[in-house]
């Protein structure tokens, strides 16, 4: 359902509650103030009797610093033109370890509350508070659980714009036998969170935040939904914005640490979804990791509608417990995905999890980027899979290695691009029994780093589209077991060659067979009438403004030695009379953006 309707149909129950006539003896606008005051300023505390609707219809209410709204038990509904509650103010409805949280709506065009909120008992109460213009939180809103075996109670917010200030918290937290609770923020506009909230409970809660437009998490904070007792579940956290979704403090579902009798608790989920998704600061952490011994790591999935993945903080979807399982790691996106930090799906016996990252253009995994799906004892490595539309380039380290002990196999790492460059300090590993990492280059692959398997029964293969397109692999290249070269017809070039006809000149120690596993050196001439002057263009060999596919293959083997620099001086923009790493990727940027 659109974030629009969804708000309006809330609305609808609330207006419909606020509407409801009020019961014998409630208390009215005119307990508050005079029937004429504009606004109307509470500047006592005001007892209110449960069931009453206080409507202020086209007037103001003010809450002042000095001023309370008490509400023993039940329920109260507040209407204004505007709400607001001042530092020092509050609006409360609080039980206590006996006696539950009553319940508090407010309905305006405008809400901003810099005093307290409470609603806190046992279970906590409901804060609802309904805005058709903005919502300002600036003091702490509480609807917890005061009693062990208690839930949490509920929170929801919503407005066109929606804020919650630094000085602002929401507290939504359950007993350690019970559950958090629940926390809904929405936005018909942008919604900005610079305080915390906690839905921690025995069980984790929920925390729900949606927007029309930009979501903005603020710096240094969290957003909990942990669990709090022995072998309790972490719970679910969702973020969604049409626009911009910007993360800078850390989210955390995770499950609590059991008993070998008990079992221990799950890690839970976090979804985060927008426009674009950023997530900059590399101390943020994303954690659904699960507790000991046999828990199983929870799900973080990122996805980008309309944009790009920027991620650069930490992901922990451990099982990380002797008999723990690994959870899943997805991030998903339109534009390009880029990862500057760490990501653990890693396990115990129960084996490792998944990591499945998807660009529809490019993919990049800085030299700081590390993604592990490894276990520990005999537990089987996981799976890494990578994906580009466009250019993947892997500075960083891949580890779905298996466990150390005798019995453990080794997991899968694969990498899928239109042109896929595993960069001198890009490491694949998939070590243990079977293990194997395999990559395809759709138009090309260039290895300088390190792929490595088990000797005996791993595998490192590379699959391409045919002669055209066969992989390179430069000098310094460490790749352990020997690579196996597959000619494979489903392969689908992303920039087919469709006139050059190369000539191959294999070395004497290779032999050219569809699927061989011998470290391949690939030798190539061209047909193409190299020109005597270096085009402007890195890569641009006849001057034609562009770079191909068929360019690229010259630059790879110019830096092989089989062809000499004089077939493209393009490719040596330095006169050095060789062709480096540097230079090659300059050329494949070239081909993916053009020379402009």
């Known amino acids: 359902m659109p974030l629009w309707r969804d708000a309006a149909a809330r609305l609808m129950v609330a207006l419909a509650a606020a509407l409801a006539p009020a019961e014998v003896g409630a208390t009215t606008a005119t307990d508050l103030c005079a029937a004429a005051a504009d606004p109307c300023r509470v500047t006592t505390t005001v007892s209110v009797t449960p069931g009453s609707v206080i409507d202020l219809d086209t007037r103001r209410l003010i809450v002042t610093d000095r001023g309370t709204l008490d509400l023993q038990s039940g329920a109260m509904t507040l209407r204004a033109d505007e709400i607001t509650v001042e530092s020092g103010g509050s609006i409360q409805a609080r039980g206590n370890a006996q006696t539950p949280g009553g319940k508090i709506m407010a309905i305006a065009n405008g809400i901003s509350i810099s005093g307290s909120v409470d609603a806190s008992g046992a279970p906590g109460g409901t804060v609802t508070l309904t805005s058709m213009g903005p919502l300002t939180l600036n003091g702490p809103l509480d609807v917890r659980s005061r009693d062990g075996g208690s839930g949490g109670g509920s929170v929801d917010l919503s407005g066109t714009d929606v804020t919650v200030s630094a000085i602002a918290k929401i507290t939504a937290l359950g007993g350690g036998q019970d559950v958090g609770g629940d926390v809904q923020l929405s936005a018909a506009g942008a919604l900005s969170v610079a305080g915390g909230i906690d839905a921690s409970g025995g069980d984790g809660g929920t925390i729900d935040l949606s927007a029309d437009t930009t979501l903005t998490i603020g710096t240094g904070i969290a957003l ?184 453990a196999n080794g997991g899968t790492t694969s990498v899928t691009g239109c042109t896929v460059q595993v960069e001198t300090s890009g490491r694949l590993t998939a070590l243990r029994t079977n293990g194997s990492n395999t990559l395809i280059g759709r138009d090309l692959a260039i290895i300088a780093g390190t792929l490595s398997a088990d000797s005996g029964s791993g595998r490192n293969i590379f699959r391409y589209a045919g002669p055209d397109y066969e992989p390179a692999f430069l000098p310094g290249a460490k790749i352990t077991p020997a690579a196996i070269l597959i000619e494979d017809a489903t392969v689908v070039p992303c920039n087919p060659v469709n006139t050059r006809t190369p000539t191959f000149t294999p070395k004497p120690t290779a032999t050219r067979t569809k699927t061989r596993a011998a470290t391949p050196t690939v030798t190539r001439t061209s047909r193409r009438t190299p020109t005597a002057t270096p085009a402007a263009c890195v890569g641009d060999c006849d001057g034609s403004g562009d770079v191909s596919v068929s360019d690229l293959v010259i630059g790879v083997n110019i830096a092989l030695d089989n062809q000499p620099v004089s077939n493209c001086p393009a490719f040596d923009p330095d006169d050095s009379g060789t062709v480096t790493i540097s230079e090659l990727i300059q050329g494949v940027n070239h081909a993916l953006t053009s020379c402009e």
């Not at 930090?341 to 490019?362: C, F, K, Q, V």
Request: charge should be negative; aromatic fraction near 0%.
């Open 224 to 407: 909990k939904v942990d669990a709090t007792s022995g072998g309790g579940t972490g719970g679910d956290i969702t973020l969604s914005a049409t626009g911009a979704l910007s993360l800078s403090g850390d989210l955390s579902a995770t499950g609590r640490n059991g008993s070998t009798d008990t079992g221990a608790g799950d890690g839970g989920t976090i979804t985060v979804q927008g426009g674009s998704v950023s997530a900059l600061p590399t101390s943020i952490t994303l954690d659904v990791s699960a507790g000991t011994p046999d828990g199983i790591g929870g799900d973080i999935e990122l996805s980008a509608t309309a944009g790009d993945v920027d991620y650069r903080g930490i992901m922990d979807a451990q099982g990380s417990g002797l008999d723990g399982d690994g959870g899943t790691a997805a991030i998903d996106a339109t534009g390009a995905v880029s990862i500057a930090g760490a990501i653990d799906a890693g396990g115990g016996r129960g084996g490792g999890g998944d990591i499945d990252l998807s660009a529809g253009t490019n993919l990049t995994l800085s030299s700081t980027a590390l993604l592990s799906v490894a276990a520990t004892s005999s537990g089987d490595g996981g799976d890494i899979e990578l994906t580009a539309q466009g250019l993947l380039t892997v500075v960083g380290t891949m580890v779905s290695d298996g466990g150390p002990i005798q019995g």
